[in-house]
């Protein structure tokens, strides 16, 4: 057993401090960003934002409508082939729909599922989830993907630290996916005790990224729009948030009416609620996700505007045109400040 001492931060435990500018109006910036993955050397140019795969979030028809604002969704593994099939197909006609990302797990069934609708479609990015990244299995299996498809953009996680970070690259991920235990709908940090603050971890992680040319995608602990700006300032490629998108028309929630409000019933996919679901539970496992009642939002046009808006306003508080420039440009001011929940609980 050893305790390291040294202080690690939460996005919750910081602010930016402004500095001085020569941006007049938020129009001034760009959210863009041309990213090479290192061994596809395929590129994109889009604004990082992720929607995750979350069933309730992590849907064709959400897909459909980021799409138009330049981001994209990693959707949930659960769609048949066949209707993925006809998603992409359409990318024909519309180019910013193969922004988008397909989720596959790691046992014998994802694979082999994903290599038919590979062979159907050639989809140009895969992203491979499981909750603990540090099996040594998932390393093989992240090899044995980039062996087989060469021309294939694949993100891996989740992982927190930087030795992890540089394995996964190493055996041929593209982008590595940061956060264990910070979710709004997973309890891991309560049920098993294992995390990681979220703010560190992406600055150790980034760091150890780019040194390989890599890239990272920060999943997770997203509570309000200031923690997507905080998450690009510490150094994260893209930002994955699937809480914060909890509750539009676009998601598969159950809606419910309290007192002549609507809410929406959302869980996390390592919930008692997903395994029911989605999963033979095994009597050796526990839930480490929980289900909520959040308020149900309507479109979500609102909130992808006030996301980006939120943005643009970060990069002008600290004279950055563009959106690499953020962590260059950051300086993060410790706070002793907490944000409370986003959500309620159900119960």
């Given at each position: 057993?050893?305790?390291?001492?040294?202080?690690?931060?939460?996005?919750?435990?910081?602010?930016?401090?402004?500095?001085?500018?020569?941006l007049s109006?938020r129009?001034?910036?760009?959210?863009f960003?041309?990213?090479?993955?290192?061994?596809?050397?395929?590129?994109?140019?889009?604004?990082?934002?992720l929607?995750?795969?979350?069933?309730?979030?992590?849907?064709?028809?959400?897909?459909?409508?980021?799409?138009?604002?330049?981001?994209?969704?990693?959707?949930?593994k659960?769609?048949?082939?066949?209707?993925?099939?006809?998603?992409?197909?359409?990318?024909?006609?519309?180019?910013?729909?193969?922004?988008?990302?397909?989720?596959?797990?790691?046992?014998?069934?994802?694979?082999?599922?994903?290599?038919?609708l590979?062979?159907?479609?050639?989809?140009?990015?895969?992203?491979?989830?499981?909750?603990?990244?540090?099996?040594?299995?998932?390393?093989?299996?992240i090899?044995?993907?980039?062996?087989?498809?060469?021309?294939l953009?694949?993100?891996?996680?989740?992982?927190?630290?930087?030795?992890?970070?540089?394995?996964?690259?190493?055996?041929?991920?593209?982008?590595?996916?940061?956060?264990?235990?910070?979710?709004?709908?997973?309890?891991?940090?309560?049920?098993?005790?294992?995390?990681?603050?979220q703010?560190?971890?992406v600055?150790?992680?980034?760091?150890?990224?780019?040194?390989?040319?890599?890239?990272?995608?920060s999943?997770?602990?997203?509570t309000?729009?200031?923690?997507?700006?905080?998450?690009?300032?510490?150094?994260?490629d893209?930002?994955?948030?699937?809480?914060?998108?909890?509750?539009?028309?676009?998601?598969?929630?159950?809606?419910?009416?309290?007192?002549?409000?609507?809410?929406?019933?959302?869980?996390?996919?390592?919930?008692?609620m997903?395994?029911?679901?989605?999963?033979?539970?095994?009597?050796?496992?526990?839930?480490?996700?929980?289900?909520?009642?959040?308020?149900?939002?309507?479109?979500?046009?609102?909130?992808?505007?006030?996301?980006?808006?939120?943005?643009?306003s970060?990069?002008?508080?600290?004279?950055?045109?563009?959106?690499?420039?953020?962590?260059?440009?950051?300086?993060?001011?410790?706070?002793?400040?907490?944000?409370?929940?986003?959500?309620?609980?159900?119960?």
């Open positions: 057993m050893r305790i390291e001492t040294e202080v690690k931060l939460d996005f919750c435990d910081v602010l930016i401090r402004p500095k001085r500018s020569t109006s129009n001034d910036v760009s959210l960003r041309e990213l090479i993955f290192p061994h596809t050397k395929n590129k994109i140019y889009t604004i990082p934002l929607v995750s795969n979350l069933y309730v979030t992590g849907t064709i028809t959400m897909a459909k409508a980021i799409e138009k604002h330049n981001c994209a969704v990693v959707l949930h659960f769609y048949s082939n066949d209707v993925l099939y006809n998603f992409f197909h359409d990318s024909k006609d519309n180019s910013a729909r193969l922004n988008h990302w397909v989720s596959i797990g790691i046992n014998d069934n994802d694979l082999a599922k994903f290599d038919d590979y062979k159907k479609f050639a989809v140009p990015n895969l992203c491979v989830d499981i909750a603990n990244g540090y099996q040594e299995v998932f390393v093989e299996k090899k044995y993907l980039r062996d087989k498809y060469k021309n953009n694949i993100m891996a996680g989740n992982v927190v630290t930087g030795d992890m970070t540089e394995a996964l690259l190493l055996a041929g991920a593209d982008v590595v996916k940061i956060g264990i235990g910070n979710g709004n709908l997973c309890t891991t940090r309560k049920v098993t005790g294992v995390g990681y603050p703010l560190s971890a600055i150790e992680c980034a760091d150890a990224a780019h040194g390989l040319k890599g890239l990272v995608c999943d997770g602990g997203i309000c729009t200031g923690d997507i700006a905080k998450a690009f300032c510490a150094g994260a893209f930002v994955m948030a699937g809480s914060i998108f909890v509750g539009h028309d676009e998601c598969e929630c159950e809606i419910i009416e309290e007192n002549n409000k609507k809410y929406v019933i959302a869980y996390g996919m390592s919930s008692k997903a395994q029911e679901k989605h999963f033979n539970i095994k009597n050796y496992r526990a839930s480490e996700g929980r289900e909520v009642k959040a308020l149900y939002k309507g479109s979500v046009e609102s909130t992808i505007s006030e996301i980006l808006g939120g943005l643009r970060t990069l002008t508080y600290i004279g950055a045109n563009k959106l690499k420039e953020a962590s260059k440009r950051t300086t993060f001011v410790m706070v002793n400040r907490q944000v409370s929940n986003y959500f309620n609980d159900v119960n």
